[in-house]
Antibody
Framework: EVQLVESGGGLVRPGGSLKLSCAAS????????MGWVRQAPGKGLEWVAN????????FCVDSVKGRFTISRDNAQNSLYLQMNSLRLEDAAVYYC?????????????WGQGTLVTVSS | DIQMTQSPSSLSASVGDRVTITCRAS??????LNWYQQKPGKAPKLLIC???TLQSGVPSRFSGSGSGTDFTLTISRLQPEDFATYYC?????????FGQGTKVEIK
């Protein structure tokens, strides 16, 4: 059974940093692209970043460029999101998701999410 | 960036109704369109990929159609467990973008 379990969320002040982790199990982690999607309270879904199997390709949304870094450790079956210079508008539930392809790229499995609160 | 616009933003329907949700892309995305269902406090769940491919385990009352810029998600006979928010998602080009969501509520 595919499982994705996020951790590392919490309360942080504007300008602060936080590192999210996602522990994957139930599939061969190194075979898949992975990604992060966030959802601000009461709002819709926003794509954050994707990373290729070997970390050779990374994409992220413009609003987090230069502040957030996606990475992975295939030996540990783990995905990460290092978030620096956090802003009020970064407050959201952050979901880790597996990327698959079948006619289109899509997220086929999602974690339960971890809440990031940015407040002074 | 490709903008995804869903309509309606919300709808009220009864069990057994046929429900149609539309998603329009600001430029052609071929068939690189996915649909997700999200219930309150839960992670999104993939329903349909590539505009019309039903995911394993998803009831056949869900169907998707369209290509280019106009897409549709149809629920043929609404069931109590279908009351949720539905999102379309384009993976044609970076940045990937989602529609704003359509909330399906009980009438």
């Amino acid at each position: 059974e595919v499982q994705l379990v996020e951790s590392g969320g919490g309360l942080v002040r504007p300008g602060g940093s936080l590192k999210l982790s996602c522990a994957a199990s139930g599939f061969t982690f190194s075979d898949y692209w992975m990604g992060w999607v966030r959802q601000a309270p009461g709002k819709g879904l926003e794509w954050v970043a994707n990373i290729k199997q070997d970390e050779s390709v990374k994409f992220c949304v413009d609003s987090v460029k230069g502040r957030f870094t996606i990475s992975r450790d295939n030996a540990q079956n783990s995905l990460y999101l290092q978030m620096n210079s956090l802003r009020l508008e970064d407050a959201a539930v952050y979901y880790c998701a597996r990327v698959d392809y079948s006619g289109s790229w899509h997220y086929d499995y999602w974690g339960q999410g971890t809440l990031v609160t940015v407040s002074s | 960036d490709i903008q995804m616009t869903q309509s309606p933003s919300s709808l009220s329907a009864s069990v057994g109704d046929r429900v149609t949700i539309t998603c329009r892309a600001s430029q052609s995305i071929s068939s690189r369109l996915n649909w997700y269902q999200q219930k309150p406090g839960k992670a999104p769940k993939l329903l349909i990929c590539a505009a019309s491919t039903l995911q394993s385990g998803v009831p056949s009352r869900f169907s998707g159609s369209g290509s280019g810029t106009d897409f549709t998600l149809t629920i043929s006979r609404l069931q109590p467990e279908d009351f949720a928010t539905y999102y379309c998602h384009q993976s044609h080009s970076i940045p990937w973008t989602f529609g704003q969501g359509t909330k399906v509520e009980i009438k």
